[in-house]
């Protein structure tokens, strides 16, 4: 079975985020989803659980951050650079806030934008070519 990743996220409201998610396109999975919880799929092996808060609360031992806070930087990589400046620009269309400027080097491409609840989402796409010979180096260089 492959590996899977279910980064579970505290939200105010459920239905909005969940209306969100849905505006970038992606789908839910109506089986893990109740009032308080929608599992956004975006792609077969990454789901994102999307908890009201209350319920998130129930699973944590602290404090849920702050919305002025960056607890973490979700980082997702895409097809293209087209496919970047689209999902950018439908999260921003369905209300999130640009969050840092776009990145252009040429070889990689990104930008980031915070939800709805404040989370940090990084788009990216970087060549092909360019990974392949970035890790290429560094094999060489650790194994020297």
Known sequence: MPRMIFPNLPVKDV????AFYEALGFPINEAFCDDQ????VIDEHIMVMLLEEAKFQSFIKNEIAPRDTTESLLALSCADKAEVVELAAK????????????MDMGFMYGESFRDLDGHVWE???MDPAAA???MAGDAETASA
């Open 132 to 134: 392949a010979g970035d």
């Open 91 to 102: 999260a921003k269309a369905a209300g999130a806030e640009a969050w840092n400027d776009p």
């Open 37 to 40: 919880t929608a599992c956004v």
């Open 123 to 125: 788009l990216m796409w």
């Open 15 to 18: 239905k909005a985020s969940r």
